[in-house]
């Protein structure tokens, strides 16, 4: 398929190899039928795993990457390996450097919810600082590129979290793209084959659904107010039950 060049560039980033598949594979298929170009950052390459080697699991998610059309666009950076990653100021000048190379206007990370693999915390509050760091002219280590202002910057939850509030979330339809998103974590086989995370996932996607009247839906959280021109395209709300 090839790349819209009026759709959005979007930067999205895992703290480790499976974290995107999982926590938002569906929405980032919808995107890239929309013909988005797609561009993949991994933070680690899960080298604290119970299961799979590092480079069996770089393997897994080069291969979920080419079926995001973004076989070419999938980089790793080093924030000191799995289970060590910090949301240190060198850490988020390396988001922010990416930033600028690529230009996005829509950016993905873990939210930086405290109850849950402190990886992805660490990463989400990178990636919020990252973003105004890109647009910020006068720093040092990145005056090599030009600044940057991303549109919007969503967070994601890799796995359920019992203390994040739907309300502030809005939940995209992945209804159409299931079996697609299916195979997507499947190639995860590291994972999968210990832990039923599609299972996990699956269900989680059916129970939003079946809130927002559709079959399966996706959590998304936004950094700041998302600012519209009509109300209608927010007609529809999540008011199944």
Not at 3 to 15: E, F, M, Y
Not at 55 to 69: H, T, V, Y
Not at 133 to 147: I, M, V
Request: hydrophobic share 40%; proline share 8%; charged share 20%.
């Amino acid at each position: 398929m090839k790349t819209d060049p009026t759709a959005p560039r979007i930067l999205a980033l895992g703290a480790h190899p499976d974290d995107l598949e999982f926590g938002m594979g569906g929405v980032l298929l919808n995107e890239f039928d929309a013909g988005a170009e797609i561009f993949l950052v991994l933070t680690s390459q899960g080298e604290a795993a119970s299961h799979g080697s590092p480079a069996q699991r770089q393997s897994e998610a080069q291969a979920a990457a080419e079926l995001l059309g973004a076989a070419e666009r999938l980089q790793v950076l080093d924030f000191g390996g799995d289970g060590q990653q910090t949301a240190s100021p060198a850490n988020a000048t390396q988001i922010a450097r990416l930033i600028r190379e690529q230009k996005p206007s829509l950016v993905f990370a873990p939210i930086p919810s405290p109850n849950q693999h402190p990886d992805h915390a660490a990463v989400g509050q990178a990636t919020r600082d990252a973003c105004r760091l890109a647009r910020y002219g006068g720093l040092p280590a990145l005056k090599s590129t030009p600044a940057h202002v991303v549109d919007s910057l969503w967070f994601y939850a890799v796995t359920p979290l019992p203390d994040l509030d739907l309300s502030g979330a809005v939940l995209i339809d992945v209804s159409t793209v299931l079996e697609r998103w299916k195979t997507l974590m499947a190639c995860h086989a590291s994972q999968t084959a210990s832990r039923r995370y599609l299972d996990l996932q699956i269900s989680r996607a059916r129970q939003l659904g079946l809130l927002a009247g559709c079959e399966y839906a996706t959590p998304l959280w936004p950094n700041d107010p998302p600012v519209l021109a009509s109300l209608q395209p927010l007609a529809r709300t999540a008011r199944g039950f």
